[in-house]
């Protein structure tokens, strides 16, 4: 699930999903707002209801939405997430004040399900979830306007935010959700502990569809530091940032979209 439809039927929406294979094993990476995700993989060949678990990058609605709709279909595997995902949550503006976070009928799900990580940890060989990314001084973070409460007096810096680090046979691989950390403070970590100077591919939400133009500077100059081989920006990363990435790293960008596949191997 991306925002962008690959075609062929496909849907899309605000939200994303991938189905992540490593080490011999099948783990669903988010679910998207709806149970959409579902249909577009079955028409992809894909069956969900016997992969060997979900992983949660953060607990907003727009990655969470769909796990009824996965329990449905007959997911019964272990959901890896940080504790923080199941928090009440509000995004508060001059001309907006709605509920973000899970709805009380996915938190009923968990119990028995939920497996907590905290900083890190080994999923299947070769993949391992990462949360509570350090948030360097002046690095970019996609925080703003996000509180606990609806009086906005908590405001909330989604510490629950979390990526997945592949390691391939071409290289460090990072997956990203919805980059709340900001993409530098994210690929930094991922490089820290991959041991890596460089990596090989990115793969997800940005969060820089609202952001200024210092942090899509900051976004191209970490992928550039990295030496990124490619770039897979989707979701949230918003269609202004991806042209701006496309123009400043050239031939290395490629859109994110529903139906995409890609073997780092």
Same mark, same amino acid.
């Given at each position: 699930?991306?925002?962008?439809?690959?075609?062929?039927?496909?849907?899309?929406?605000?939200?994303?999903?991938?189905?992540?294979?490593? #080490?011999?094993?099948?783990?669903?990476?988010?679910?998207?707002?709806? #149970?959409?995700?579902?249909?577009?993989?079955?028409?992809?060949?894909?069956?969900?209801? +016997?992969?060997?678990?979900?992983?949660?990058?953060?607990?907003?609605?727009?990655?969470?939405?769909?796990?009824?709709?996965?329990?449905?279909?007959?997911?019964?595997?272990?959901?890896?997430?940080?504790?923080?995902?199941?928090?009440?949550?509000?995004?508060?503006?001059?001309?907006? +004040?709605?509920?973000?976070?899970?709805?009380?009928?996915?938190?009923?799900?968990?119990?028995?399900?939920?497996?907590?990580?905290?900083?890190?940890?080994?999923?299947?060989?070769?993949?391992?979830?990462?949360?509570?990314?350090?948030?360097?001084?002046?690095?970019?973070?996609?925080?703003?306007?996000?509180?606990?409460?609806?009086?906005?007096?908590?405001?909330?810096?989604?510490?629950?935010?979390?990526?997945?680090?592949?390691?391939?046979?071409?290289?460090?691989?990072?997956?990203?959700g919805c980059c709340h950390s900001g993409l530098a403070n994210s690929l930094l970590q991922a490089a820290e502990l991959a041991k890596a100077k460089k990596l090989h591919a990115v793969v997800g939400g940005m969060h820089?569809?609202?952001?200024?133009?210092?942090?899509?500077?900051?976004?191209?100059?970490?992928?550039?530091?990295?030496?990124?081989?490619?770039?897979?920006?989707?979701?949230?990363?918003?269609?202004?940032?991806?042209?701006?990435?496309?123009?400043?790293?050239?031939?290395?960008?490629?859109?994110?979209?529903? #139906?995409?596949?890609?073997?780092?191997?």
């Amino acid at each position: 699930m991306d925002n962008r439809s690959g075609g062929q039927g496909l849907g899309s929406e605000w939200g994303l999903s991938l189905l992540v294979a490593a #080490g011999g094993q099948k783990w669903l990476w988010d679910t998207g707002k709806s #149970g959409l995700f579902l249909d577009n993989a079955k028409r992809l060949g894909l069956d969900l209801s +016997h992969i060997d678990g979900l992983a949660l990058s953060h607990g907003h609605y727009d990655h969470v939405g769909g796990l009824v709709a996965l329990v449905d279909a007959g997911f019964s595997g272990p959901i890896a997430a940080h504790p923080a995902l199941t928090r009440q949550r509000f995004s508060i503006k001059a001309s907006e +004040h709605k509920e973000i976070g899970m709805e009380a009928g996915l938190r009923a799900l968990l119990p028995g399900r939920l497996q907590p990580v905290s900083n890190n940890r080994s999923l299947a060989p070769g993949l391992r979830f990462v949360t509570d990314i350090p948030r360097r001084p002046g690095r970019f973070t996609a925080t703003a306007n996000f509180y606990l409460d609806q009086e906005a007096s908590k405001p909330d810096s989604v510490p629950d935010d979390a990526f997945l680090l592949m390691d391939t046979p071409r290289g460090a691989v990072v997956v990203l959700g919805c980059c709340h950390s900001g993409l530098a403070n994210s690929l930094l970590q991922a490089a820290e502990l991959a041991k890596a100077k460089k990596l090989h591919a990115v793969v997800g939400g940005m969060h820089l569809y609202s952001a200024g133009q210092d942090a899509q500077e900051e976004a191209a100059e970490v992928l550039e530091t990295l030496e990124c081989e490619i770039i897979f920006p989707g979701h949230c990363t918003g269609d202004a940032s991806i042209s701006f990435l496309e123009q400043r790293i050239p031939g290395r960008v490629r859109p994110l979209h529903t #139906g995409l596949c890609f073997a780092f191997s």
